[in-house]
């Protein structure tokens, strides 16, 4: 049976670190998915995935680049959507081990109690969506082909609008949520953890500074994660949850050398 790790925790805290050195160490009883940064060469050579993960990178890098809460907002959930056939094209007869940056069933979670507000705050830009729908209009239809929703021909407001009415009443997961992303809780989640303050310097040397990239924000976002884990320790009792010291490099450090014992 193949076991879902999931390494988490707020922008900043080392994810990505990690995660080029896992790639490195080139395990192939393990498959490292990256959901928000997926890079298309690592893709199989048959995938499906290739035009959709190609847009909505540069969605992504548009979203960065604007601005744009609404863009971003959409562009995430599209990211965990598609999480569940990256999984499944990733997934070959050796794998043991699905090692995840990011989970439809955990992060979406966290992130829609930042982002839902703004979408309901009646400022969004119909002008900017209209935009988005022409120019993203293939990824918005393969995405609404996964999901439950009855008026597909409406594009990405179709999306905006499931956003805005799916996640406005929920702060975990639960059986509908799994149905959506055809997914299950991760049986083992590490949350790296550090200080706001200390995650702010770090993604303050960076190029381009997120929306949601802010030190009131990463606060909000570190509460809403110890909330939405006692619940899911609540609830689905089989999954784990760590906390582990991202506070220092030499932590993280320590932390990788300790994962890559127990995944060999």
């Avoid at 996964?146 to 597909?152: A, C, D, R, S, V």
């Avoid at 702010?200 to 381009?208: A, G, L, Y």
């Amino acid at each position: 049976m193949i076991k879902t790790i999931l390494i988490t925790g707020l922008d900043g805290s080392g994810k990505s670190t990690l995660f080029s050195k896992l790639e490195e160490a080139k395990l192939p009883h393990v498959q490292l998915i990256s959901a928000l940064h997926v890079a298309i060469d690592t893709l199989p050579e048959t995938s499906i995935l290739k035009e959709p993960v190609a847009l909505l990178n540069a969605m992504h890098q548009e979203a960065d680049a604007t601005d744009s809460s609404d863009l971003k907002a959409i562009a995430l959930f599209c990211a965990m959507v598609l999480f569940e056939k990256l999984v499944s094209e990733r997934t070959t007869e050796s794998t043991r081990i699905i090692l995840c940056e990011r989970h439809p069933l955990i992060d979406t979670f966290a992130y829609a109690q930042f982002y839902i507000p703004r979408l309901s705050s009646g400022n969004t830009n119909f002008e900017q969506l209209f935009y988005f729908a022409t120019k993203y209009e293939s990824l918005f239809a393969f995405i609404l082909e996964q999901l439950p929703i009855e008026n597909k021909e409406a594009g990405v407001l179709a999306i905006y609008k499931f956003i805005k009415s799916f996640f406005v009443s929920k702060t975990s997961p639960d059986a509908e949520t799994e149905a959506v992303f055809k997914t299950s809780v991760p049986d083992h989640i590490f949350f790296l953890k550090a200080p706001p303050e200390v995650l702010m310097e770090r993604i303050s040397t960076r190029k381009v500074i997120e929306t949601h990239e802010k030190l009131s924000v990463l606060s909000d976002l570190d509460a809403t994660y110890e909330t939405l884990f006692k619940e899911i320790e609540t609830n689905y009792t089989t999954t784990t949850i760590e906390k582990v010291d991202a506070s220092t490099f030499t932590s993280l450090d320590t932390f990788y050398t300790r994962l890559l014992t127990d995944i060999i």
